[in-house]
């Protein structure tokens, strides 16, 4: 698998801060517990290392309670990076953060100069576009702004929904192959998949459908026995990495890393 929507060379995390108790949440499920997410957190970077990528392990940023979501700061493509605009206020200034990072990494990076607003949770790359979903976080005019850039650089991006009072887009789907989506069914039967190849996360286990495929690894949450089989009989090598603490805050697999090839 070479493909750059599935191959990757270098990866970005951000080590959780003390102010996780305070990051957002749709609902209170629980104070997340710092040691047990470094501890997850630190299974997750070993993961990402273990496929061969680098991984830039950024330090902890105590003033943004959700900044190890680093996912929702940037997009990076082959051609550069785009540097993202939250629609959680409380996540603007994270961006800033991002920045220098990025600009170390990739020789073009644009930005989302706003009004509108987009956040990485809700973009999806795979093998022949981008999907990028409304949603509560992601504006149309934000949209506009980064299909603009994405056709500067040859991609072809599609605006598509994020279901209602679903966090992000890819809180509910994955790419597994350039051609291969996991999703849940209530995505799904949205259509917007129509043409790929779509796998379905099992009955019960709508939390699993935040993973990632990162080079010959599909990185997934623990604690979705039959999404996590399945996956395995298809063939995919599968790791579980603990979540217990970051879903207390609606964040995943994804949400944890910046990845790219360069
Ligand atoms: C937030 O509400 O922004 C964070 N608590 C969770 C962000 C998760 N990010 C992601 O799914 N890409």
């Not at 330090?59 to 550069?80: K, R, S």
């Amino acid at each position: 698998m070479t493909h750059p929507s599935c191959t990757f060379t270098r990866a970005i995390t951000r080590r959780p801060a003390p102010s996780i108790v305070d990051g957002l949440r749709a609902e209170d499920i629980g104070t997340p517990d710092l040691d047990r997410m470094l501890a997850d957190h630190a299974d997750y970077v070993a993961a990402l290392k273990s496929t061969g990528a680098e991984v830039i392990e950024l330090p902890p940023l105590d003033a943004f309670p959700d900044a190890q979501f680093v996912e929702d700061t940037a997009l990076c493509l082959p051609q550069g990076a785009v540097l993202m605009r939250p629609g959680a206020p409380s996540r603007l200034g994270e961006v800033a953060e991002m920045e220098p990072t990025l600009a170390a990494c990739h020789g073009d990076l644009r930005r989302i100069e706003g009004p509108g607003f987009v956040e990485g949770g809700d973009i999806l790359v795979t093998g022949r576009e981008i999907l990028v979903g409304r949603s509560a976080r992601t504006d149309a005019a934000g949209v506009a702004e980064l299909a603009a850039i994405a056709s500067d650089w040859g991609h072809s991006l599609r605006e598509v929904q994020t279901p209602e009072g679903v966090l992000h887009f890819k809180t509910d789907c994955s790419l597994l192959e350039p051609e291969t989506i996991l999703a849940t069914r209530r995505l799904a039967a949205s259509g917007c998949f129509d043409g790929y190849k779509v796998l379905h996360v099992a009955e019960g286990e709508e939390a699993a459908a935040n993973l990632i495929r990162f080079n010959d690894l599909v990185i997934m949450p623990a604690g979705f026995p039959r999404t996590a089989e399945m996956l395995e009989r298809e063939g995919f090598t599968v790791t579980r990495i603990g979540n217990s603490e970051c879903a207390k805050l609606d964040g995943g697999m994804s949400c944890l890393s910046l990845r790219f090839w360069g």
